[in-house]
């Protein structure tokens, strides 16, 4: 179990904390024991949401980074999650530097903020260096089938990132990319959820369009979409290899693709991408 006898600090208990939280606590994952000897604390300023923690979940909870060391050696931890907002994850920083003791071990710590690279949370504790490895995972991960990246930093060690892309692995796919790589993922698979509900949107409204009850017309395409992607999967055939199998010479799937063309379907999803990977660098700053 990757997280026997390990103590972990998941700053930020919002939805994606609480999956990554949720899914490492599954039994299924292979993370942590059931015998409960690895010791989670989630660090969540609302009341209610610490409150939440404690009671589905078992773990420790409390309201900010000063109050981990009350009873619980914030200097034994031996991974920390910034699970918090961007905008968030400086004040976070700067409250961790100050609150680990001078010649005290460093965790190592693994950061899901977009848009924030390993050098910015690097410099955060220096001249004391921090070990840590960024992740771009997107929200499928709260239902065990996220599709994430990773990328260690300077200090971080090999064996670091093999534990860091193990513990997503546990929540769907998880690989090792350069961090010159991660703005290509947050356009592809970070924003890639909401093209694909947009695309359920379009397809739905069309289909009502031209009869069908809304819910029906909604599930038929979320199940497509789902089988589509199960089949290739299953089968290895590649999407063109997919596409070319539906198509009957001179048929209806052939005469949607071809109007979907002329409307410009290809060249506004690799605009889409290219926009999101721009937007992406003007983001990506340390303030």
């Not at 991660?182 to 289909?207: F, H, K, N, Q, T």
Request: charged share 20%; net charge negative; hydrophobic share 45%.
């Amino acid at each position: 179990m990757m997280l026997d006898d390990k103590r972990v600090a998941i700053i930020g208990g919002g939805k994606m904390g609480e999956a990554l939280l949720a899914g490492w606590l599954d039994s299924d994952s292979r993370v942590a024991s059931p015998d409960g000897n690895v010791a989670f604390v989630v660090v969540e300023p609302n009341e209610v949401r610490r409150d939440h923690f404690k009671k589905t979940y078992g773990v420790g909870a409390v309201a900010s980074v000063a109050d981990i060391e009350t009873g619980l050696d914030y200097e034994a931890f031996d991974l920390v999650v910034l699970a918090v907002k961007p905008q968030m994850l400086g004040e976070v920083l700067d409250q961790l530097a100050s609150e680990i003791d001078e010649g005290a071990d460093m965790p190592l710590f693994v950061s899901i903020a977009a848009g924030k690279t390993t050098a910015c949370i690097e410099a955060a504790f220096a001249p004391r260096e921090a070990h840590v490895v960024r992740v771009m995972p997107n929200t499928p991960l709260m239902v065990g089938q996220g599709a994430s990246v990773i990328a260690a930093g300077a200090h971080a060690t090999p064996q670091e990132a093999n534990l860091v892309e193990a513990l997503f692995s546990a929540l769907g796919l998880a690989r090792q990319v350069d961090e010159a790589d991660i703005d290509a993922v947050c356009a592809l698979s970070g924003g890639g959820p909401a093209y694909l509900a947009a695309m359920v949107e379009a397809l739905r409204d069309a289909a009502v369009e031209e009869g069908l009850e809304p819910h029906l017309a909604e599930q038929l395409v979320i199940h497509t979409i789902a089988g589509t992607c199960a089949l290739m999967q299953k089968t290895g055939r590649t999407p063109e290899e997919t596409r070319i199998a539906v198509c009957s010479p001179g048929g209806t799937t052939l005469a949607a693709l071809a109007a979907m063309e002329e409307g410009g379907f290809t060249p506004s999803l690799q605009a889409g991408i290219h926009a999101a990977v721009h937007r992406a660098k003007e983001l990506a700053t340390c303030s």
